[in-house]
């Protein structure tokens, strides 16, 4: 099916106490792995590309080929942005087909500026029908500030008030997660987040998944977390079955590659069950019906929110063009883009 709409799976995932899967993909192997995995568990998933990686690798090619699987897979994908600190970032990975992007605006910057600079982000991304997600407080990472990682929790009494001033869809609260940490040691301030959560209807995301133990992980799903995204120990197991692999001297670089795919593939596996997102593609349940899959949907009924074309263009995006190719709608939601900056 098509790269797919996230909200109708986060309200899913809000009704049934569940976290869609975000995980990080590089190339080939790194996505067949997730996708295999939640085609394996038939559930929807996110593949998350980090905006660092626009310098590795050619985005519109790889951005294309996820289509193309994606487009060939009965579990709707979800592609996301991850942590973009510019502007310029969103607006090519909307061309792309991204349906949701993180905006996390420049480092070290002001609440205020912040705020501005994220309603920017909204107002481009929404134009285009892709949702987005913005931090609040702010998330370390291993190696570089982890130690700062209790004080830089997010403030509950500022949540409502970023989510009201910025229009996001997706609110990724810091609760002491740590990015890149591959044992589950992180402290979680799961009060903070009970507040939060308490305290704005905006879907919860968390991130650095990998550092948090998992009867923690299910608690903050319990107080609202919809999205979990976990990276360290998918590549951590990919790492230790390339050098098994490399110890026996078996294989070429083809089998080397192979082991990439299954360690993703086998670490997703195992998320998605701790996260409870399992059988959500499932005929018995209304979520399917979101969804235009035909392998196990009973019901092919379009929502509001999705079409059978392409679900996340908004008609208003479109406009007349519905006679028009995809590429054309593309063309036209990036001139509308084009338009917005100039005039800002
Ligand atoms: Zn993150």
Do not use: W
């Not at 995980?23 to 559930?43: R, S």
């Not at 990472?141 to 009494?157: F, H, L, M, T, Y």
């Amino acid at each position: 099916m098509p790269l797919a709409d996230i909200r109708p799976y986060l309200e899913d995932s809000r009704r049934k106490k569940y976290a869609l899967g975000c995980f990080n993909v590089f190339d080939t192997e790194t996505l067949e792995g997730v996708i295999e995995a939640a085609v394996n568990k038939k559930t929807p998933v996110v593949c998350a590309i980090y905006e660092p990686q626009f310098k590795y690798s050619d985005l519109e090619s790889f951005t294309d080929l996820i289509k193309n699987i994606a487009s060939k897979t009965d579990v709707p994908v979800i592609l996301h942005l991850d942590h973009a600190t510019e502007l310029a970032s969103i607006i090519r990975a909307i061309k792309c087909g991204f349906t949701a992007v993180m905006f996390d605006g420049p480092v070290g910057a002001s609440f205020e500026e912040k705020v501005e600079k994220t309603k920017k982000a909204v107002e481009i991304a929404h134009l285009a029908g892709a949702t987005v997600e913005a931090e609040l407080g702010y998330i370390t990472r291993v190696g570089v500030d982890e130690k700062a990682s209790q004080e830089n929790i997010a403030d509950p009494k500022l949540a409502k008030e970023f989510v009201e001033r910025t229009g996001i869809d997706i609110l990724a609260p810091a609760i002491g997660s740590v990015h890149g940490m591959g044992e589950q040691k992180a402290t979680i301030n799961l009060e903070m987040l009970r507040q939060i959560s308490m305290s704005t209807n905006c879907y919860l995301s968390l991130h650095g998944g990998s550092g948090v133990d998992d009867s923690i992980v299910q608690q903050a799903i319990d107080l609202g977390i919809n999205k979990a995204s976990v990276y360290t120990r998918l590549s951590n197991r990919a790492i230790e079955r390339v050098k098994d692999c490399l110890s026996t001297g078996k294989g070429d670089i083809s089998v080397i590659l192979n082991e990439v795919r299954n360690g993703f593939r086998e670490v997703v596996e195992d998320r998605l069950e701790v996260l409870r997102s399992v059988n959500i593609c499932n005929p018995a349940n209304e979520t399917c019906h979101y969804c235009t899959s035909e392998k196990y949907c009973v019901s092919k009924a379009s929502s509001p929110l999705v079409s059978d074309s392409q679900p996340y263009i908004k008609s208003s995006a479109i406009g007349s063009m519905s006679n028009r190719t995809y590429e054309d709608v593309l063309n036209n939601v990036s001139s509308l883009i084009a338009d917005y900056v100039k005039n800002k």
